[in-house]
């Protein structure tokens, strides 16, 4: 494809280059292949269940060790809240309550239930009393207003960006939870939760990927928080932010795969999703670092019991990192048996969950150790898996490469081809969901940080349409930061369960029971 100097300008500011184009536009044209699954992760078929006694010794094993660990907990917190809110926009833009439709009239003709159950809450919800101060101020006359009126003022004065201007804040620093008086975020409750199982030696380590324009008022909610937080929690707090790089933005075409042009006739890239976040990710150096959704929080007298589970998959990681670690000065050193060699595949079959090759015990026994080394030294992600009960999201499952081996991997449902009878089949028989509960050792057995980068599968992203200014677009994101990106991990799942999985997806999500006192 042609590109002009101003082009090639361009994609060189971007930090991106020619070469690295013209792959994205090929993916494009030859399409993304669906994942190829070959079962369902269930229990004990790759998904470990376990007991009340285990928990208490895995968690034991992270609580003996923590203190002497450079630990870090990673939260993607980029996202703005305009999705969470998308049924009150909807609501505020397509009903005139001055008009000669109800309010229930409206919720009836549009079945919309979360916009009813919202309405039903009002008063149970974090930022109540301050949108009520708010609109005292912007309606004097407010109370002289009918029923309907007043709620469509509420949702307008939540929404609008001369008032509280919600839908536009970052996920991250909306009112979440209130204690009497006190209103907390999701940021501010990162904190707390961190302080009880990420913290070494009484100070935390937090990194927040965040959108740029969003990065003073993080800086400033910190300031306004810091002190609290430290003196409740008696923990130090080192917060550092980073955000999505522009040399992993992609570039848009149009439904022709032509590239697709500005106004001004420069080209459009695209943020290519979270996938994106393995470079941030792979700029952290930490031996241990757990990942956690921005709104995956729950109010304070829950955390105790979501801890325990988080300590459990870092002595699930601890576990097996040491052996493995050990078998790797072990094959360095070139003195293990035969017969230890195959225990060494045995441990990687059955504790890593790793294909070990029917022709292993053919090989020479040069390449037996090279082989073992090679499915060994990788980075390790222990992956908390809940119990399927309709919630959306990706699921874990046995995967075929190309060369017929099989892997666990976190597969979104699109990147599945739901017209394969069999495909179909097996996406029915999946019994747990992925609730994003990682727990990441990224440093390999010298203490050397792996290279994240080269562990990505680039055939696993995703192809989408989307429109600008009424013009459609294909954009291509790149492999999902716990799904393609982590591809060629080695992945141990555990089962934990549902009550560790409170996300606010939708605004509503703030009247469930771990986000109210």
Same mark, same amino acid.
């Given at each position: 494809?042609?590109?002009?100097?101003?082009?090639?300008?361009?994609?060189?500011?971007?930090?991106?280059?020619?070469?690295?184009?013209?792959?994205?536009?090929?993916?494009?044209?030859?399409?993304?292949?669906?994942?190829?699954?070959?079962?369902?992760?269930?229990?004990?078929?790759?998904?470990?269940?376990?007991?009340?006694?285990?928990?208490?010794?895995?968690?034991?094993?992270?609580?003996?060790?923590?203190?002497?660990?450079?630990?870090?907990?990673?939260?993607?917190?980029?996202?703005?809240?305009?999705?969470?809110?998308?049924?009150?926009?909807?609501?505020?833009?397509?009903?005139n309550p001055d008009g000669d439709e109800s309010l229930n009239s409206y919720i009836n003709k549009h079945k919309d239930l979360d916009l009813s159950l919202f309405l039903v809450g009002l008063e149970k919800l974090? *930022?109540?009393?301050?949108?009520?101060?708010?609109?005292?101020?912007?309606?004097?006359?407010? =109370?002289?207003?009918?029923?309907?009126?007043?709620?469509?003022?509420?949702?307008?004065?939540?929404?609008?960006? =001369?008032?509280?201007?919600?839908?536009?804040?970052?996920?991250?620093?909306?009112?979440?939870?209130?204690?009497?008086?006190?209103?907390?975020?999701?940021?501010?409750?990162?904190?707390? /939760?961190?302080?009880?199982?990420?913290?070494?030696?009484?100070?935390?380590?937090?990194? *927040?990927?965040?959108? /740029?324009?969003?990065?003073?008022?993080?800086?400033?909610?910190?300031?306004?928080?810091?002190?609290?937080?430290?003196?409740?929690?008696?923990?130090?707090?080192?917060?550092?932010?980073?955000?999505?790089?522009?040399?992993?933005?992609?570039?848009?075409?149009?439904? /022709?795969?032509?590239?697709?042009?500005?106004?001004?006739?420069?080209?459009?890239?695209?943020?290519?999703?979270?996938?994106?976040?393995?470079?941030?990710?792979?700029?952290?150096?930490?031996?241990?670092?757990?990942?956690?959704?921005?709104?995956?929080?729950?109010?304070?007298?829950?955390?105790?019991?979501?801890?325990?589970?988080?300590?459990?998959?870092?002595?699930?990681?601890?576990?097996?990192?040491?052996?493995?670690?050990?078998?790797?000065?072990?094959?360095?050193?070139?003195?293990?048996?035969?017969?230890?060699?195959?225990?060494?595949?045995?441990?990687?079959?059955?504790?890593?969950?790793?294909?070990?090759?029917?022709?292993?015990?053919?090989?020479?026994?040069?390449?037996?150790?090279?082989?073992?080394?090679?499915?060994?030294?990788?980075?390790?992600?222990?992956?908390?898996?809940?119990?399927?009960?309709?919630?959306?999201?990706?699921?874990?499952?046995?995967?075929?490469?190309?060369?017929?081996?099989?892997?666990?991997?976190?597969?979104?449902?699109?990147?599945?081809?739901?017209?394969?009878?069999?495909?179909?089949?097996?996406?029915?028989?999946?019994?747990?969901?992925?609730?994003?509960d990682l727990v990441c050792g990224t440093k390999n057995y010298k203490g050397e940080g792996f290279d994240l980068l080269k562990y990505v599968d680039p055939n696993t992203g995703f192809i989408t349409q989307k429109?600008?200014?009424?013009?459609?677009?294909?954009?291509?994101?790149?492999?999902?930061?716990?799904?393609?990106?982590m591809a060629n991990w080695n992945t141990i799942f555990v089962e934990v369960p549902l009550k560790t999985f409170n996300p606010v997806k939708t605004v509503t999500d703030l009247l469930k029971p771990a986000h109210?006192?």
């Amino acid at each position: 494809m042609n590109f002009s100097e101003q082009d090639l300008k361009q994609i060189d500011n971007k930090g991106l280059t020619l070469k690295k184009i013209d792959q994205q536009i090929n993916q494009f044209r030859d399409g993304i292949p669906f994942v190829k699954l070959a079962s369902a992760a269930t229990i004990s078929h790759g998904i470990l269940k376990l007991t009340e006694a285990d928990r208490k010794y895995y968690g034991a094993i992270y609580d003996d060790k923590r203190d002497s660990l450079n630990v870090v907990k990673f939260v993607p917190a980029s996202g703005a809240a305009t999705r969470m809110f998308k049924t009150l926009f909807n609501y505020v833009n397509n009903h005139n309550p001055d008009g000669d439709e109800s309010l229930n009239s409206y919720i009836n003709k549009h079945k919309d239930l979360d916009l009813s159950l919202f309405l039903v809450g009002l008063e149970k919800l974090p *930022f109540y009393d301050l949108v009520m101060e708010e609109i005292h101020k912007a309606y004097p006359d407010y =109370k002289t207003y009918d029923g309907d009126k007043q709620k469509w003022l509420f949702v307008k004065t939540m929404l609008d960006e =001369k008032h509280l201007n919600y839908g536009s804040y970052p996920k991250g620093l909306l009112p979440f939870h209130k204690y009497n008086e006190r209103i907390t975020t999701a940021f501010e409750e990162h904190l707390f /939760e961190s302080a009880l199982y990420a913290s070494t030696n009484k100070t935390a380590n937090l990194h *927040f990927t965040i959108s /740029e324009v969003h990065n003073h008022k993080f800086d400033a909610e910190f300031k306004r928080i810091e002190e609290l937080v430290e003196a409740a929690t008696k923990t130090a707090f080192n917060i550092s932010f980073s955000y999505q790089k522009q040399s992993t933005d992609t570039i848009a075409l149009t439904p /022709e795969y032509e590239p697709f042009r500005e106004d001004d006739g420069s080209l459009l890239f695209r943020p290519s999703g979270h996938g994106a976040l393995i470079e941030n990710l792979n700029d952290l150096d930490a031996d241990v670092i757990f990942i956690q959704n921005i709104d995956n929080v729950v109010v304070s007298e829950l955390k105790t019991s979501i801890v325990a589970y988080k300590k459990m998959l870092a002595g699930v990681l601890l576990d097996r990192q040491e052996q493995a670690f050990k078998y790797l000065n072990d094959l360095d050193e070139g003195n293990l048996k035969e017969n230890e060699l195959i225990e060494v595949a045995e441990f990687l079959a059955q504790k890593l969950n790793v294909d070990i090759s029917e022709e292993f015990e053919k090989y020479s026994l040069k390449y037996q150790i090279e082989y073992l080394k090679e499915k060994l030294n990788r980075p390790i992600r222990v992956c908390g898996m809940v119990k399927n009960e309709g919630e959306p999201g990706g699921g874990p499952f046995w995967v075929l490469d190309h060369r017929g081996n099989e892997s666990l991997q976190i597969v979104e449902s699109a990147q599945i081809d739901k017209k394969n009878k069999v495909q179909k089949e097996i996406l029915g028989n999946a019994t747990h969901f992925n609730p994003v509960d990682l727990v990441c050792g990224t440093k390999n057995y010298k203490g050397e940080g792996f290279d994240l980068l080269k562990y990505v599968d680039p055939n696993t992203g995703f192809i989408t349409q989307k429109t600008k200014a009424g013009q459609e677009l294909l954009a291509l994101e790149l492999p999902g930061l716990w799904n393609g990106s982590m591809a060629n991990w080695n992945t141990i799942f555990v089962e934990v369960p549902l009550k560790t999985f409170n996300p606010v997806k939708t605004v509503t999500d703030l009247l469930k029971p771990a986000h109210q006192i």
